[in-house]
């Protein structure tokens, strides 16, 4: 179809600590035991989008990135890897490898996508309505306690879920407005235009921005370009696409009744002083997941370990995990003690092992890891080559790779960060540790 696909994968991320580090960068975070960043390639690829330049932060990142993907997709993808400066926002990023585009349209995805939903169906969307932009809308994923009460992530330090404001047309096809971050909490100004243009406009406060985008490639490099200060798509690029499509930007500045809480509901443009003005300039366009589809981010700790959940869950088949009669997978090498366990919804790696009368209950562990006797873990994540010792309860948290449990920790909603070590008979409570 002639695009060009751009994943940006991003490095480092505060929000994500400790679990991303120096010997983890966040694409290659596991995710069920895969690098959250495969679930993209995959995805591109079994849509036929092999050519792909992936964009990461800092040269080390690279280093590592292109040496796992040249090792895990060879003779499979094509991939170009781009680093840029760490901390660059999503448009500076676009900006610094829009030299290589050349195809008539670019395809924009975020590499800690998580979805089912397919790119070509975005792509085609994009073509068949003659879009400059078209987004991915997902419903919002709704997170929050596990099935064993522990909310993985300490309620103190959680945010509400941030939501985006979105206004379509009448066959929810065209993006006439959008609100993001700040903007949600302010007075939601509508252009008169836009509404007498189309008569009326559905408001949705219930989708979310996939971070998945479809550009006419001439006017994205023209954007980026006349517009040095866009630091981020979403907040910037997008926003201006969408906001720019008429020949005017009169603002209704009437405020919106207050006491409004729904999720979607429709505003009707009666006003015949309103200045009639039909021309559009361009076309933003929206493409609607459907609720059977999957779709997340890992943007933060707690979305981290709903992902883990879901793909030991009712979203494992959809991404073609096959489940063992007991509904749960354990690899063929791994070595279980006598009295031990490994329940439903669980995922066992690759050579671990773990010792007499141990249970794990709705968790994910990965490779290579030693697990001692009368261990239990509850709707937690171990990553690779970690070791825990005899008596040890972990409670819905995060282990990463090499960290070492020594005899009777006691864990409740922690995140313990690479090669971390605790001492025997420690107990913490929603605590983030990792080395200084």
């Not at 829009?98 to 073509?127: C, E, M, Q, W, Y």
């Not at 991915?136 to 709704?142: D, E, F, S, Y």
């Not at 047309?169 to 700040?182: E, I, P, S």
């Not at 509508?190 to 550009?215: P, S, T, V, W």
Request: hydrophobic content about 40%; overall charge neutral.
């Amino acid at each position: 179809m002639d695009f060009q696909v751009v994943v940006l994968a991003g490095g480092d991320s505060k929000r994500l600590a400790p679990l991303v580090s120096e010997e983890i960068p966040k694409p290659l975070l596991p995710v069920a035991n895969r690098p959250v960043l495969s679930y993209v390639l995959e995805l591109l690829e079994a849509n036929n989008l092999k050519n792909l330049i992936v964009v990461v932060e800092g040269k080390d990142v690279a280093l590592r990135v292109g040496g796992w993907i040249s090792g895990a997709y060879v003779d499979r993808l094509h991939v170009e890897v781009a680093a840029v400066p760490e901390e660059s926002g999503t448009a500076d990023a676009l900006r610094a490898v829009a030299h290589h585009f050349t195809a008539k349209d670019i395809l924009v995805v975020s590499g800690d996508l998580v979805s089912n939903v397919p790119p070509g169906a975005v792509a085609a969307t994009h073509r068949r309505l003659g879009a400059i932009v078209t987004a991915l809308l997902c419903n919002t994923p709704i997170s929050g306690p596990s099935e064993s009460g522990s909310s993985i992530v300490k309620d103190k330090g959680r945010k509400p879920p941030r939501v985006n404001i979105v206004g379509l047309d009448h066959t929810r096809q065209y993006l006439l407005h959008v609100a993001a971050g700040a903007e949600v909490g302010k007075d939601i100004k509508i252009q008169k235009c836009i509404l007498q243009a189309n008569g009326q406009m559905e408001i949705r406060a219930d989708l979310m921005d996939a971070h998945m985008y479809a550009f006419q490639r001439t006017i994205l490099q023209e954007v980026l370009d006349q517009n040095g200060m866009f630091q981020s798509i979403k907040h910037d690029v997008f926003p201006y696409l969408v906001r720019t499509q008429m020949r005017s930007e009169i603002l209704d500045k009437r405020p919106p009744e207050n006491g409004v809480n729904v999720a979607a509901y429709t505003i009707n443009s009666l006003d015949p002083a309103v200045e009639t003005l039909t021309d559009r300039t361009h076309k933003c366009c929206a493409y609607i997941a459907t609720k059977s589809n999957y779709c997340s981010r890992l943007n933060s700790v707690q979305a981290f370990c709903d992902i883990n959940r879901d793909m030991v869950g009712e979203a494992g088949h959809l991404f073609g995990y096959s489940f063992s009669v007991q509904n749960n997978i354990v690899h063929a090498s791994a070595e279980l003690g006598s009295k031990t366990t490994v329940g439903p919804q669980c995922m066992l790696d690759e050579g671990s092992k773990l010792g007499d009368k141990c249970s794990v209950k709705r968790s994910v562990i990965g490779r290579h890891c030693r697990i001692g006797s009368n261990v239990k873990i509850v709707n937690s994540v171990v990553m690779n080559h970690v070791t825990i010792e005899d008596g040890c309860f972990i409670q819905g948290s995060v282990i990463c790779s090499n960290a070492q449990l020594q005899e009777r920790v006691i864990l409740k909603d922690c995140q313990v960060g690479a090669g971390y070590v605790l001492t025997s008979g420690s107990e913490y409570k929603s605590e983030s540790l990792s080395k200084k």
